[in-house]
């Protein structure tokens, strides 16, 4: 058919003398048709040539919540009266005023920057908002633990403020649950924070923390722990001691092991383990009753679980250790030889084999299953360590499920 113009509907007209062929039940459209249609599409494109205008009416009234700075100001100096039993002067200073020499103020008085400051935080800061009879000048810091304070002092958000080390948070020990620190620049984790024995949630995201104390596990009520973007290497244990744990974030870190003690934290539902450096999953970590997993951009693909269980053959002296040990479990193992009892103890490990649970001998024989899919996640290699070849054979002959059962 001769169609001068061409439109949508010559793609539902097809030529007799022309079989049109088919792929999968769809024709085929040739590119001189799509050169066709968008060219008619640039054509005929519609263009802008005004701009319409709509003038609106409407009554904007100030929010009534909005307060003057002064009248802050004035707020903050009455509140600091009841709590000093004192006259309290306050005064600020913006970043206009900060070269012109001030007058030294009062053992009372309280010196606030402006926003405009240069510096976030202003500079020598005290170490406690009630010690004004050495230090005048109050921090950002410290009036946010005065607020917290006035507010029962429940919770406290140091967010964003840059702090080196941590303010006096000694009046909130016995009141505060919820603390922020995010944003800081501490380079150890703030040894304050664990004279806090009824804190629930602990933000410490994006600090230079290279490590996190074992006596973690004296906040026992805590349940939100969130320590990502750090440079952590590794998770104390003192932290899987933390039963109330419910959601843990360590991501973005440098973690390349995740211990086995991670079973005990049984009330745990919310694991982000994503950016780090794990190579594999210890076998315990099939027992958690997770409800949100997120494993992504470490080194837990198929193709690195070769590197990851490098086949090493035992030494002669191990494979001895074995036999003599499994020997040793069904007769007393009393009367073997002096030099063979010390050759068998300085190969022993602390840790077990993953499958008849007897003694390891050496680094053992590791072996990777792959894990069921666990909330979407497939293909999670999970490292077993066996003591001998027998029990890796045993190992791969059944299910994982019976292993996790055990």
Not at 86 to 93: D, F, Q
Not at 318 to 329: D, G, I, M, Q
Request: charged content about 20%; some cysteine.
């Amino acid at each position: 058919k001769d169609v001068d113009l061409f439109t949508l509907d010559d793609f539902q007209q097809a030529s007799e003398t022309l079989l049109v062929p088919k792929w999968n039940g769809y024709k085929t459209l040739s590119r001189e048709n799509y050169l066709k249609i968008t060219s008619w599409f640039a054509a005929n494109v519609p263009k802008q040539e005004f701009i319409n205008t709509v003038n609106v009416e409407a009554d904007l009234q100030a929010r009534s919540g909005r307060k003057p700075r002064q009248q802050i100001m004035l707020e903050l100096q009455s509140m600091l009266h009841q709590m000093t039993g004192s006259s309290v002067s306050i005064s600020t200073v913006s970043s206009s005023q900060e070269g012109l020499q001030w007058p030294a103020l009062s053992a009372h008085d309280a010196v606030f920057r402006s926003s405009t400051s240069r510096y976030f935080c202003g500079e020598g800061r005290s170490s406690s908002p009630f010690d004004a009879q050495h230090q005048p000048l109050i921090s950002p810091a410290e009036v946010a633990v005065l607020d917290c304070m006035m507010q029962g002092g429940g919770k406290l958000s140091l967010k964003a403020h840059f702090l080196p080390k941590m303010p006096d948070i000694g009046p909130l020990s016995c009141t505060l649950t919820f603390l922020n620190i995010s944003y800081n620049d501490f380079t150890a984790f703030p040894l304050e924070i664990l004279q806090l024995p009824l804190l629930v949630c602990l933000r410490m995201r994006c600090n230079p923390i290279r490590s996190i104390p074992d006596d973690i596990k004296k906040l026992k009520r805590l349940e939100i722990f969130c320590a990502s973007f750090n440079l952590l290497t590794a998770l104390p244990s003192g932290l899987f001691e933390v039963e109330s744990l419910v959601q843990l974030d360590v991501s973005h870190n440098s973690i390349q092991v995740l211990p086995r003690d991670i079973s005990k934290l049984r009330n745990l539902k919310k694991l982000d383990l994503s950016a780090n450096q794990l190579t594999h999953l210890p076998p315990t970590f099939l027992s958690l009753s997770l409800t949100h997993l997120e494993l992504s951009n470490n080194f837990l693909h198929p193709l690195f679980w070769s590197e990851t269980a490098l086949p090493r053959p035992q030494s002669l002296s191990e494979t001895c250790c074995v036999l003599v040990s499994k020997c040793s479990r069904r007769t007393d193992s009393s009367g073997l030889p002096q030099s063979v009892q010390c050759i068998v103890q300085r190969h022993r490990r602390s840790s077990t084999c993953d499958c008849c649970g007897g003694m390891l001998f050496g680094e053992g024989i590791k072996v990777i299953r792959s894990s069921p899919e666990s909330l979407g996640v497939r293909n999670l290699p999970i490292l077993f360590t066996v003591c001998s070849v027998l029990c890796k054979g045993q190992l791969r002959q059944k299910p994982l499920s019976c292993w996790f059962s055990q």
